[in-house]
């Protein structure tokens, strides 16, 4: 067994109290409720090395989100331990042959409940619950893991979020009468984001609320103005059409890709996405004066947006980000080479989430489909993991500004320590080679002579103050001069504010369908909107123009025998 670590102070006492509660008070399950990137992994392994070495334990489980964490808990036991701990999944039957010690993900435990019983039946078994608020009572990985590690000796619960968002009892946790959990004093441990942030365990975190003002040309004369900031007022004759309110809302509208030219696959370098990516970009290359291989994260609500996105990105920065989801192969080794790269940005759906430990992402730009407090804080938990003692970076996230999105941010800052409220701007660049402080002038490091990056990152559109006619970034709320009420504007038309989902590309549509089908669409959409049969509506919502002259060729040869 290697050395013990150095653990932080926190990780000190939330051992000796967990191992005082299990060994003396005959506790079963420890609560570990601490903040996100403070150190639970390193603090349940610490727990596990005494009971093993006292022969109170002889194996380990461990149910962790997502495979990439399930991959970091084996690699981190067994350089603690020097034992290994296979990975299994749902479709392994028989594993008690297969070694000691165990890990899996929640999605997988609904199906190893029968393998899970048969060790913690004939074995002393820690079972160590990664993220505990995937286990909902009745959701079936809740259940998996109750039948299945009902008969553990221990169980450590681990989370930075012990009530989940929709207020159901988790495994192994109640709830009290105000929703609060209702677990021993002496058999729980807790730490804020606020108290890692004060002990530097955690960087602070600044959230940049994004304004943004859509200007929705329903026809050829009427437009709809929809704002972060103020409610949408629909022209009378448009109020009968179904689901046009719903459609033309700032928070779906901020979800949808913009092209430029419309009908082409160019993102729209002015458009609210865009002007997003700019400020996260510019957050990016300050903070990377401080750690010069710093990172940023994406969040998007789909693959689409999230592919729409990168485009983006790559024009702002001159190089393709690292795009992870569901649809594309190897994503946990695209994470794993992005942790240990100099890549600027990687771009994700629901694929970097909690437990996923890059510790050099510090800007988050998040437009995720998600809306919970749960969700948030994870995602925020993905950009403020403190390098090393030397780590003096702030996190940053660019948000919409959302009512909901703005109540979350303000509790989190609520929990900061008055010092840490106010940013400050880098005075000096670290060099990437020598780490040695320079200007922040300087092309080259006055040590080393390592070069610096020379080039900047494209700077934000700016708009001219009807006030004081003076120069503003076009995402500001205000103006830097004179304080003037400013709201960037971007124009999408009809058919991009209803998109719903992804729009059909790549269809095997020769030129002269689809010349006839924009022609088409011009002229018949206004119509098929405003006849209010939601059907039809249906219909525009999910044709792009180019497929509606082959749906009109398909009409007109379904018709051709009753007009024989």
Sequence with gaps: MSKARKLRQWQQSCVAKALDYL???????????AAPASGKTTAAIEIAVPLMERGEIETVIVIAPKTDVVN??????QSRTGQTMTK?????????????????????VQNLSDEMREICRTKKVLLIADEQHHAAMEASWGMGAQEGGDEAKFVLILTGTPVRSDGAETVWLALDENGSVAHPYEGTFSLTYGQAVDAGYCRPITFHRHVGKFSVQLDNKTRVEVGSEQETKIPKEYERIPGLKNALEFAKLIKQPAFFPHGSDLPDMSGYQASMLREGVAQLEKTRFRMPNAGGLVIANTIEMADYMAKILEKLEGEKPVIVNSKLPNADKKIAAFRRGK?????SVSMVSEGTDITRLRVLVYLPNASTELYFRQAMGRVIRTKDSDDDTRAYVVMPNLNLFDEYARRVEDELPPRFKNESKPKTKKCSVCHTENALSASHCCECAEPFEGRKPEPPATVSCPACGEKTPKNKRNCTHCGENL????????KEAMRSGVI??????????????????EGLRGKLLTSGDSKLVDIVRQLPDESWGRLAQMMENATRPFNA
């Design 487 to 494: 709201s960037a504007e971007f124009v999408l038309s009809l």
């Design 504 to 521: 059909v590309r790549g269809m095997d549509i020769n030129e002269e369908d689809a010349v006839k089908g924009v022609e088409i669409a």
């Design 88 to 108: 299994i999944t749902g479709i392994d039957k028989d594993v008690l042959s297969w070694g000691t010690h165990f890990c899996t993900t929640w999605s997988s």
């Design 23 to 33: 060994l003396l008070q005959d506790g079963r399950e420890f609560l570990i409720s």
């Design 343 to 347: 890549q600027k940005w990687l771009v």
């Design 72 to 77: 970091d808990w084996a690699t981190d036991f």
